[in-house]
């Protein structure tokens, strides 16, 4: 069956990075993109950015530009989110999730069961 | 930014009872003959889940209680009879433009 599994839980110290990686199985990677969403303690979720899962392109909102970078690796069927310079902001969960829009948002139809970071000095 | 504004909050409803959750945007959200707006459901203790994409299509598995309906601005959730396991916050997202964006999210409770 179609699965997306994350990564263990991560405590960071302020100013570090972090990776967190979304395993994928059950369907053809390349068909799809990856968004990335978080959730802040009692806060709505919010959009990290997303992958083209086919050619690799991604897009950002300006918020994270130059502190987010999400790639993947098609041989893995893994994709993958880094975020740099962590403040206690970040603290949250952090879901990956399919879209069959490749090109378009098409409604997240899987979602991963979510990776805690924690920062924290 | 689009900004995205859900109401109610708090919803209590009682089982078999209708429900319906509002979604205004601060923008159009229709292009390309749909409107960019989907709705989630998040169970307690889980992960965010598809019920409703490009305002009106039932995602697969999603029972028919659920529908969607709407356009531009204006959008809705409806529930035509509530069951238990219904219960939790739901969200708008648009997707018309990046960054998408979240409603802040209603709490649906069984009396």
């Known amino acids: 069956q179609v699965q997306l599994v994350q990564s263990g839980a991560e405590v960071e110290k302020p100013g570090a990075s972090v990776k967190v990686s979304c395993k994928a199985s059950?369907?053809?990677?390349?068909?799809?993109?990856m968004h990335w969403v978080r959730q802040a303690p009692g806060q709505r979720l919010e959009w990290m950015g997303w992958i083209n899962g086919d050619n690799g392109d991604t897009k950002y909102p300006q918020k994270f530009q130059g502190r987010v970078t999400i790639s993947r690796d098609t041989s893995a069927t893994t994709a993958y989110l880094e975020l740099n310079s962590l403040r206690s902001e970040d603290t949250a969960v952090y879901y990956c999730?399919?879209?069959?829009?490749?090109?378009?948002?098409?409604?997240?139809?899987?979602w991963g069961r979510g990776t805690t970071v924690t920062v924290s000095s | 930014d689009i900004v995205m504004t859900q109401s109610p909050l708090s919803l209590p409803v009682t089982p078999g009872e209708p429900a319906s959750i509002s979604c205004r945007s601060s923008q159009w959200l229709h292009s390309n003959g749909h409107n960019h707006l989907d709705w989630y459901l998040q169970k307690p203790g889980q992960s965010p889940q598809l019920l409703i994409y490009l305002g009106s299509n039932r995602a697969s598995g999603v029972p028919d209680r659920f529908s969607g309906s709407g356009s531009g601005t204006d959008f809705t959730l409806k529930i035509s009879r509530v069951e238990a396991e219904d219960v939790g916050v739901y969200y708008c997202m648009q997707t018309l433009q990046t960054p998408y964006t979240f409603g802040q999210g209603t709490k649906l409770e069984v009396k």
């Open positions: 999730a399919r879209d069959p829009g490749i090109a378009a948002p098409y409604g997240l139809d899987v």
């Open positions: 059950g369907y053809t990677f390349t068909r799809y993109a």
